[in-house]
């Protein structure tokens, strides 16, 4: 009884460590023109029917596919769903690349070469024990493809985190900077009000505590002297 007590809280653990949540694509980018009507959207629109696609005109391989986020925490796991009937286009070996929000020009090698079968099951890219930390741009580059096309029906990323990151501001201590150049200028207040009006009899000097709201309406300006 005592070790079904212990097992339960790491199982527990091991299905919430496990749980993947997907991280939503806000817009992608191909570095090789479409097909009209099968553009880079359609791999990321929920619908298996449709799907992106390479010009027919042209050899499209190699292809460099990025996906952009905002406020992901992380990417642990990638599942890209070929087309669902033939074989055009289907990828058979991908980089994955990745730049943060911190750098986003600067692109991290993340894997190199990974081989996938010439089919129309889901691949699978598998980072947990490694995952990409807020990532701002993952760029897959597509190095064989069925018949030199490219193709995607869908593409998904998923996290084991949840929620928005918050990217912390790099504040200068304002006693440091130099503001000799500026000058300040205050106005003179412009309007006040106070709602509601004071119930205190003529003559008393401070207004009734029960004041709900106080507005003032005032400008301060700072601006830059020129010489």
Request: net charge negative; aromatic share 12%; with cysteine.
């Amino acid at each position: 009884m005592k070790k079904l007590f212990y097992l339960f809280p790491m199982l527990l653990f091991s299905v919430l460590a496990n749980a993947q949540n997907p991280v939503t694509i806000a817009g992608a980018f191909s570095h090789r023109p479409s097909q009209n009507g099968n553009e880079i959207t359609k791999a990321y629109d929920g619908n298996l029917n449709s799907m992106y696609h390479s010009d027919w005109s042209i050899n499209a391989i190699p292809d460099t596919l990025d996906f952009y986020f905002s406020g992901a925490k992380s990417i642990n796991k990638i599942d890209y769903t070929p087309r669902q009937q033939q074989s055009n286009g289907i990828w058979t070996i991908v980089d994955v690349y990745y730049a943060t929000a911190a750098a986003p020009d600067v692109f991290v090698n993340k894997l190199s070469t990974i081989n996938w079968t010439l089919t129309n099951t889901v691949k699978t890219i598998d980072m947990t024990a490694d995952p990409i930390v807020k990532p701002f741009i993952v760029r897959l580059v597509v190095k064989a493809a069925g018949g030199n096309f490219s193709s995607c029906a869908e593409i998904n990323f998923s996290s084991a985190e949840t929620g928005t990151a918050v990217n912390t501001a790099d504040c200068d201590n304002p006693s440091t900077e130099d503001f000799s150049a500026f000058a300040t200028v205050k106005l003179n207040v412009s309007s006040a009000s106070v709602s509601p009006a004071s119930a205190n009899p003529p003559g008393s000097l401070l207004p009734s505590l029960s004041l709900t709201s106080i507005k003032i309406v005032f400008v301060y300006g700072i601006y830059e002297s020129i010489s």
